[in-house]
Structures are given as structure tokens and as C-alpha cells.
């Protein structure tokens, strides 16, 4: 007994240094768990984000999908210089008394959230933009000269601002 007492005695214990040293080293490991987690969320939040903008991008085109030709206008509403500094604006607008069937297809601007009727399925609050123009495409094998109505859907977050999704699709008078 008294050798393991001499031992015991003589064993030095677990330093002041070594234990600052392991807890750095253990804080170290857990902030970078951290940062890993909230890395993963943000690229969560806006793959989600994106994911709902090309739900509602592809739904505002299937309204004009659903209509006919003729009935391919927007409303001649007032819009601001978000809408006119858009890459799609210029052209020949369509515009006039639009008859769609459905009135949201005939609004060019319209804010999508958690209080509007349908919602936005996340809650969240969109801006969809609607440009309808018209062109006559000079390609090969397009010979008639028909003109076609290109319609645009522009989905953004609504703030700030940041455009999430982008879709167009052409009309054919001979379609509708």
C-alpha cells in the first residue's frame, strides 16, 4: 500500500496548459460543425426558394397555355422601373383589354405571399412579371412571316429584389 501511495505521490497530475489546449482544440471541432450546419441550411433555404419561383414561373405560363391565341395580352396597368429595366421589356408589348379567362393571367405585375389568394406554398413573398411581346423569327424554314407572342415570366424574391426564375415560351397563331 505504501508503494501505490509513493506512487501515486510522485505521478504528476493533468496541467493547466494541456487542458486550455484541449478545449481550443474541442471548440475548434464544434465551431466547424456549426458553420457546416448553418452552410447547409442557407443552400437548403434557397434551393427551396428557387424551387417555389419555378412553380409559380411554370404556373403563369400554363395560363397562357390555356387560353387562345388571340386572348394573349396584358392588361395596359401602370408598372415600375423594376419591370421597364427588364431585359424583356423592350419589344412590341401586347397589351389591351385583355380576356383571358383567368384575370391573373392579365396583370403584368402581381406579388405572390402567404396572405394572397392562392398563397405562395412556402409563405414567402414573390414578384412575378409578365411580358407578353411579339416578334417575327427570320430563321431558316420560317418563311410565312406569322408573327409569334413571347411570353416572358420573370419570378423575383420580392425583397430585396433578386431574380430567382426566368421563363419564356412562343405562341403561334396556328396553335391557338
Not at 405585375?109 to 396572405?115: E, G, K
Not at 412579371?129 to 431558316?140: N, Q, S
Request: net charge positive; charged share 15%.
Amino acid at each position: 500500500m505504501n508503494r501505490l501511495m509513493r506512487r501515486l505521490r510522485t505521478e504528476e497530475g493533468f496541467g493547466l496548459v494541456e487542458l486550455l489546449v484541449s478545449l481550443v482544440v474541442l471548440n475548434v471541432g464544434i465551431l466547424a460543425i456549426v458553420a457546416g450546419f448553418n452552410g447547409g441550411s442557407l443552400a437548403l433555404l434557397r434551393a427551396s426558394e428557387t424551387s417555389t419561383a419555378a412553380a409559380l414561373g411554370d404556373k403563369q405560363v400554363e395560363l397562357y397555355r390555356a387560353i387562345t391565341y388571340a386572348a394573349i395580352s396584358l392588361n395596359t396597368t401602370a408598372v415600375d422601373g423594376t419591370y421597364t429595366a427588364d431585359a424583356a421589356y423592350p419589344g412590341t408589348r401586347v397589351t389591351g383589354a385583355c380576356t383571358a379567362p383567368v384575370a391573373v393571367a392579365c396583370v403584368p405585375t402581381q406579388t405572390i405571399n402567404a396572405s394572397s389568394t392562392p398563397p405562395s406554398p412556402d409563405g414567402r413573398s414573390y414578384r412575378i412579371d409578365t411580358f407578353i411581346t411579339t416578334h417575327t423569327p427570320t430563321a431558316a424554314g420560317w418563311s410565312d412571316g406569322r408573327p409569334l407572342k413571347r411570353v416572358t415570366v420573370v419570378v423575383r424574391r420580392s425583397s430585396p429584389l433578386k431574380t430567382l426564375f426566368r421563363v419564356s415560351s412562343n405562341f403561334d397563331q396556328s396553335t391557338g
